[in-house]
């Protein structure tokens, strides 16, 4: 038992969260009473935006399953068993292998997956390999389990990709996992196969396992196709992390899977599942309809829905980098391959007066009315996460005015 | 098999070792004969109505979902992982109907039903390294997330033969300077099925106050009683100790599924907020999940406009359901009830093995009342009190007749012969 007072994740200054820096920097904006329209570059949710909304498969999915009056009780706590074969069905549509419905947990978003993850595998010592730059969650979650966190660098010169050499060195018989993103948040990076293969066998040698959060699964428009980490499950246990929330832009739903994708069974070790089991009967799982809507959604969502994304996605990414390329002190290391988000590089010494990534995002919010992510609060300093899931009038508009923001703060050339 | 670093032989730190309800009567089930079809299984284990038509919630409520998914408003995350300020200031409101204060909304944090508040409130005390007394009877997922979390928990009693009253002095001899940051209160009770006077929830409120901890005042069941004593908040108190209430809709409207649940500060004081609870709530909140944000959207309307019409119906079956349960429980020898339930879902009854042959304990009685009789109730062993068994009137009264029949029919078949 631990002793002492239990800080962890309370100090109120370490807790970093997305939506805490993006309010603090709305905030600035409201303090200003500025006359522009507020452009929000800075969240991963396109539901506000009238080009980005779900399909009408999924929402009358839901109101029948609400009204018919079968699903207002509870349901089993690791999820409807429709819901988990819907899911492992999904799932195995790119596997190699079969999931069982036994294999899939349903949780709220996969934020809970994150946490359940988490949770099973944290004990005393233990620590854990997370992306940097990555999702601060990860952080926040590891923080309230008492695991230690190690930081893998994502390459930015080499289209993000994991630094598996870093891998080799921070792990020890004390590491339990490795999260890889992909589609990558913040990076907008798709791994290749490849790649994907290398990870695995890195995280074999060292013998820990992977954490998969596919939460952008097939979100994906460049030259690299999504695969899915559990293609690799029978060399490495991957648990994969997933939602209905990205894919089918709604976040507000709370509908998400933590999956065991390990066909040798190293996870269907019968303590294991008892633990994984007796841990969801303490939580609370989403709503029943919700869950008894996912059949119907996953099978009855029709292509051109996933098409009509994907296009708007890959038309904004399109715009984002042509504009930034017009920004000299932002460059692009790569164009975004997939997900709503992208990495890019502010050169400071090209600015006057701006000190760093956050003083840049702070005045840029303050003048312009525009709101961006800066890259500490995913652990890169003096970079910028811009999400371009977004109706395109607004994107434009966010980027112009934040190239006019950059030729304002620009360093005075010298003349001779 | 390779070795791993991670495994189910590594010592881990989070073990729940502690029972749930679910847990226990999902044991209780796969007892079941599946091979008699001819007796449908009458199910008086758990808190959850909603398959019987009886308790169908009020058509308003689902409508205001239907129009919430419909109007494509709130697909989105909310604005903040507190709650929708419109939700959070109706169940303020709705709240305060029963305060001498008003609550304001940010008093009110939503939740992933009740469940979650409970989740919520004990990972809280454990960041903040403090301790709690539960009462015994509990309900059981106070204890598994403690576990679950490495807190300390001691049980102050119940006391069944004066209506299932807190023991005060027990809780007085348990506290000491490091114990106790916080005692949970449930009313109308799970499973006792009481509901305490104001006299009695005043007490509670000044010896927390003078033992320098707060209350935890689960209130999931808030206005379900049916007899003499009505419903009185503990936030009531809440000038003399701070209050932290559980609550959500899932008992009133018979919508468990729904999970829309709240965690409220009833601290007129501000001295949640001034020890750091309220950040500490407001961190966690930040991380965990949150309600579906369209059923937060729907929340006014569901509290503002549901009419007390519905609200006593329920009551009166309920109130039906709890005689019936009461009346037919009092033919059975083997069981006596102390109290007859006046709120909640729940009774608690006490099994005397001793009248049974071959019976050992309330586990053992419960497992084979599954097996011979297709009826599942839960063992007292779950909620801290071995031998005795909590039973749930709430459902339909034809089922509830036959399932006390047939247990009664069970006592009967394995009565010691004299």
């Known amino acids: 038992m631990e002793n002492g007072t239990l800080n962890h994740g309370v100090d109120t200054g370490s807790t970093i969260t997305i939506k805490g820096i993006l309010s603090l920097l709305m905030q600035n904006i409201e303090e200003q009473t500025s006359k522009k329209r507020v452009i929000s570059l800075g969240m991963g949710d396109p539901s506000a935006y009238s080009c980005f909304h779900t399909t009408h498969v999924a929402q009358e999915a839901v109101v029948d399953a609400l009204q018919s009056d079968k699903f207002n009780g509870y349901a089993p706590t690791v999820g409807l068993p429709q819901t988990r074969r819907a899911i492992a069905e999904y799932l195995s549509r790119d596997l190699p292998y079969k999931l069982s419905s036994d294999d899939v947990f349903i949780t709220s978003g996969c934020t809970q997956a994150i946490d359940v993850s988490l949770a099973m595998l944290a004990h005393p010592g233990a620590n854990i390999l997370l992306p940097r730059p990555g999702f601060p969650i990860y952080e926040l979650c590891a923080g309230f389990r008492h695991l230690e966190v190690r930081y893998i660098d994502l390459l930015p010169d080499k289209g993000w990709e994991v630094d598996l050499d870093a891998v080799d060195v921070l792990a020890d018989q004390n590491t339990v996992a490795l999260v890889v993103i992909n589609p990558g948040n913040p990076c907008g990076n798709v791994y290749s196969f490849e790649h994907l293969k290398k990870i695995a066998e890195t995280a074999k040698k060292n013998k820990i396992l992977i954490i998969a959060d596919e939460v952008y699964g097939h979100l994906a428009f460049g030259k690299n196709p999504f695969v899915p980490m559990g293609v690799f499950g029978s060399e490495v246990p991957v648990l994969t992390l997933g939602s209905l929330s990205k894919r089918w832009i709604v976040p507000g739903w709370r509908l998400g899977w933590f999956v065991t994708s390990d066909p040798s069974g190293m996870y269907r070790e019968p303590k294991t599942v008892e633990r994984i089991k007796k841990y969801f009967d303490i939580l609370g799982g989403p709503a029943t309809f919700i869950q008894a809507a996912v059949p119907r959604i996953l099978e009855q969502t029709d292509e051109a829905f996933f098409k009509k994304t994907i296009n708007l996605l890959e038309h904004a990414s399109d715009i984002l980098c042509d504009t930034i390329k017009e920004i000299p002190c932002i460059t692009c290391p790569l164009k975004p391959e997939g997900s709503m988000a992208i990495m890019v590089k502010l050169n400071i010494s090209l600015l006057e007066d701006i000190s760093d990534d956050i003083d840049f995002c702070f005045k840029l919010a303050k003048e312009e009315s525009v709101v961006i992510l800066p890259g500490t609060a995913v652990g890169l300093k003096n970079w910028v996460r811009i999400t371009f899931a977004v109706d395109s009038s607004f994107l434009e508009e966010g980027l112009r005015r934040t190239k006019s923001f950059c030729q304002r703060h620009a360093k005075q050339l010298l003349r001779y | ?418």
């Open chain 2, 1 to 418: 098999m390779e070795r791993w670093n991670f495994g189910a032989n590594r010592e881990v730190m989070i073990a729940p070792s502690g029972t749930t309800v679910r847990g226990v009567l999902k044991k209780i089930m796969e007892n079941l004969d599946k091979d008699d079809p001819s007796r449908p299984t009458v199910p008086l284990g758990h808190g959850d109505p909603s398959p019987f038509p009886c308790f169908r919630t009020t058509v308003l409520a689902e409508d205001a979902i239907v129009d919430a998914v419909r109007s494509a408003k709130f697909n989105s995350y909310p604005p903040t992982m507190l709650g929708l300020l419109p939700a959070r200031r109706a169940i303020a409101d709705y709240l305060s109907h029963d305060l001498p204060y008003t609550l304001t909304p940010d008093d009110v944090f939503l939740t992933m039903g009740c469940a979650q508040a409970i989740e919520v409130t004990i990972r809280v005390l454990a960041c903040l390294g403090a301790n709690i007394l539960l009462p015994r009877p509990c309900f059981p997922s106070y204890g598994a997330h403690a576990s679950s979390n490495n807190l300390e928990v001691r049980y102050f009693d119940l006391i069944p033969e004066k209506g299932w009253e807190v023991d005060i002095e027990s809780i007085e001899a348990l506290a000491d300077e490091n114990t106790g940051a916080m005692m949970v209160i449930i009313n109308p009770g799970n499973p006792c099925g009481s509901v305490y006077t104001h006299q009695q929830l005043k007490k509670i409120a000044e010896t927390a106050r003078k033992l320098g901890i707060l209350v935890v005042a689960d209130e999931v069941y808030h206005h379900l009683t049916f007899g003499t004593n009505p419903f009185v908040p503990m936030g009531v108190f809440g000038s003399i100790v701070p209050v932290l209430t559980l609550g959500s809709i899932s008992k009133r409207w018979l919508v468990p599924g729904w999970r829309l649940g709240w965690l409220v500060t009833s601290d007129p004081n501000g001295i949640l907020q001034k020890t750091k609870v309220v950040d500490c709530i407001i961190n966690l909140l930040n991380l965990i999940s949150h309600p579906p944000t369209f059923i937060q959207g729907a929340v006014p309307h569901i509290l503002e406009k549901t009419g007390d019409d519905f609200f006593s119906k329920i009551i009166d079956i309920l109130r039906e359901a709890a005689h019936i349960c009461y009346d037919r429980i009092m033919e059975i020898p083997c069981i006596t009830c102390p109290n007859k339930p006046v709120g909640s879902m729940f009774v608690m009854v006490k099994l005397n093995p001793s009248l049974l042959e071959d019976i050992i304990d309330d586990m053992d009685f419960c497992l084979k009342l599954a097996k011979e009789d297709s009826v599942i109730v839960l063992p007292g062993v779950a909620l801290g009190m071995k031998n005795w068994l909590r039973i749930t009137f709430a459902v339909e009264p034809s089922a509830l007749e036959d399932g006390l029949g047939r247990i009664k029919a069970f006592c009967q078949r394995h009565a010691k012969k004299h």
